[in-house]
């Protein structure tokens, strides 16, 4: 097919961009050729690519038409190639922060964390928030002062999710949670703080950890219905293992989307992972609006109230678009800061743990407890210090942050997500002085369909030896997904990784110039999930491209990035803004997002379905 071959483009050598404002580098917008798809549509184009003739011209197709051909696999680069996006730690350049050893015992971090946080209750000047999600720091008090104890929020939260799951909410949340098991630890909870002796602030706080990650006593699915047959789970996760050390009450497994090979969040296994209340027959993703359907995988736990932290695995945005759909916090650590132990291995040059929790101060005790890498980690020479922010708002004046701002990328979503995070940059400059320095950050298209190849290289390949024999127990989107995953060559893969070295460089260019970098955290607003997707799943590429937009370089580069909810769309839907940090820099992000979220707060607004579980 050699007449039909796209040329390719030749990059420039980096030092010959201009990462200036006014670069001419052009933006090149998301072309996604690819219809949406659902219902029987998706069933006969899986079919059509898993044919061997017809799955070829098909695929070659798609490869060139979405311009993977012209970006990628016929280009020419001069960058080696950067396989995994791992940082040397050049030791903190930090202030107002409280650096630990690594390898303290979680529940001393999480003591430091608790420190850091004195500071910032004492600012008495913000604004009183409207609404507010109970935090760890409420769970720990209300034990501590004997007003409830671990046992009856465990009796509370199991209602609920029975109540969430009953035939009118069809919302499912959970693929897996065990009474028995819940009811156990929160009984060893109430007794610790009926001796005095509780472990942690997070003893006998609820967290949910996503379907992908290893906890005992349940199989790890993966949102699929065999992957627990072939990979036993035998043990907690690193990540989760350092939070039972704090006393915290692991609540079940978080549904998924199969395999993590899309962003709907509809499984059609285990359902969908957020439901409808208005409208019976659509699926309506569980929102603070709640009437619109949000794609996603683990958000609604955490913004329905169900439990103040839940773990996720963000390889593509997993942690920190739920978040901003559903308006809280999210926080994806540097490659190699919370150790990778326990987690599958489906796409692990990309995939990180992340929180999702209902406040800044929140994200920063569940970073601490889970955070240090391990000593056998050879990510790092030499093991990075756990710096943990001092948070006291009086101080972030004092802080002079320069948030680099690339104009045309930013303004790459809709006018309302636009015009509000544009808005809140503007509070931030008002009230602390903070400086916006306009810079072009060049071909972040191109990084997409690179991150895009690398994750579904690595997936294609971890399950490879799995997926013939499963094929008939897959969702029918998920096949697809698979079909083109599986057909990237090495010299693509490697032409992937040429582009990673190339845009590390970009950013650490940036990062000479500014602090952070700040986007909006999605292009669109939750869309609503449509009936016809409800058994086959749903081929959105173009709601897909529009969501991952600025999530790339956290995964792809391996950089640290939290999402604030900054505010809401005209339907009642949240918006999110992200900053974006240099390697190891989580203080300063935290720092940042707690300033974000002091201006914030005042306007957020209670979910339609919110459950009061620490209510008097
Ligand atoms: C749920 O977990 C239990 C163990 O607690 C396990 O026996 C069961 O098979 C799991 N169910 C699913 C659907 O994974
Ligand atoms: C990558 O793997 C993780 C699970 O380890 C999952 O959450 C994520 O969605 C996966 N992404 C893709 C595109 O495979």
Redesign the pocket.
């Known amino acids: 097919m050699g007449f039909l071959k796209a040329k390719g483009v030749v990059y420039k050598p980096v030092d010959l961009v201009d990462l200036g404002p006014d670069s001419d580098e052009v933006y090149l917008q998301a072309n996604v050729k690819a219809p949406r798809m659902a219902g029987l549509l998706v069933k006969v184009f899986a079919w059509f690519l898993e044919s061997p003739i017809i799955g070829g011209i098909l695929l070659y197709f798609l490869k060139r038409n979405n311009l993977i051909h012209k970006l990628v696999s016929f280009v020419e680069l001069q960058e080696p190639p950067l396989f995994e996006p791992l940082h040397p730690y050049k030791g903190s350049e930090e202030t107002e922060v409280k650096c630990v050893e690594a390898a303290l015992p979680p529940p001393e971090k999480v003591q430091h964390a608790v420190d850091c946080l004195q500071y910032a209750e004492d600012v008495s000047e913000s604004p009183k928030p409207s609404f507010q999600r109970w935090t760890i720091l409420d769970y720990s008090r209300s034990y501590t002062s004997g007003e409830i104890t671990p046992l009856m929020v465990a009796d509370r939260f199991i209602a609920a999710v029975r109540e969430s799951s009953s035939p009118s909410l069809q919302m499912s949340f959970f693929i897996n949670f065990s009474v028995e098991d819940i009811i156990r630890q929160a009984t060893e909870s109430t007794l610790r703080y009926e001796q005095g002796k509780p472990l942690s602030v997070l003893d006998g706080v609820p967290i949910a950890v996503?379907d992908?990650i290893d906890c005992m006593p349940y199989p790890t699915t993966?949102g699929t219905k065999w992957l627990h047959k072939v990979r036993q789970c035998t043990e907690d996760a690193c990540c989760v293992m350092r939070l039972r050390l704090c006393g915290a009450i692991i609540v079940g497994k978080t549904n998924?989307?199969e395999?993590?090979?899309g962003i709907s969040g509809i499984n059609p296994h285990y359902g969908y992972a957020c439901v409808s209340l208005s409208k019976p027959l659509g699926i309506h993703i569980i929102q603070v609006k709640l009437r619109e359907d949000l794609p996603v995988?683990l958000l609604p736990v955490v913004a329905a109230g169900l439990c103040p932290v839940a773990l996720?695995?963000?390889?593509?945005g997993?942690v920190r678009l739920p978040a901003a759909l559903c308006g809280v916090v999210g926080l994806k650590p540097t490659s190699g800061r919370v150790p990778h132990n326990g987690?599958?291995?489906?796409?692990y040059t990309?995939?990180m743990v992340g929180v999702l929790a209902a406040t800044v101060e929140d994200s920063l005790i569940a970073y601490a407890a889970m955070s240090g890498n391990l000593p056998s980690d050879p990510s790092s020479m030499t093991m990075p210090e756990v710096c943990l922010p001092l948070l006291k708002s009086a101080n972030y004046m004092s802080f002079n942050i320069k948030m680099a701002r690339s104009g045309k990328w930013f303004d790459d979503c809709t006018d309302e997500i636009r015009v509000c995070c544009s808005h809140a940059i503007a509070k931030l400059s008002d009230k602390y002085g903070w400086e916006t320095v306009e810079v072009t950050i060049p071909e972040i298209e191109v990084m997409r369909l690179a991150h895009y190849l690398t994750?579904?290289s690595?997936?294609s390949n971890s399950i490879a030896v799995h997926q013939e024999k499963n094929l008939d127990k897959m969702g029918w989107d998920v096949r697809v997904g698979l079909s083109v995953y599986g057909a990237f060559d090495s010299k693509e893969y490697l032409n992937a990784q040429r582009i990673r070295n190339r845009q590390l460089q970009f950013h650490n260019k940036i990062f000479s110039k500014a602090d952070v970098i700040v986007t909006p955290t999605t292009g669109v607003t939750a869309y609503t999930i449509k009936d016809d997707a409800l058994k086959t799943g749903e081929l959105d590429y173009i709601n897909g491209a529009a969501l991952v937009r600025y999530q790339i370089a956290g995964n792809f580069l391996g950089l640290p990035a939290v999402t604030v909810p900054v505010g809401y769309d005209k339907s009642g839907l949240p918006i999110g803004l992200q900053f974006i940090g240099k390697p190891w820099s989580e203080s300063l992000l935290i720092h940042v997002a707690s300033a974000m979220q002091a201006l914030c707060t005042s306007e957020y607004k209670r979910p339609e379905v919110y459950y009061d579980i620490l209510a008097k």
């Open positions: 996503k992908e993966g998924m989307h395999l993590g090979a995988d996720g695995i963000d390889g593509g997993s987690v599958l291995p489906l796409n990309v995939g994750i579904g690595e997936c």
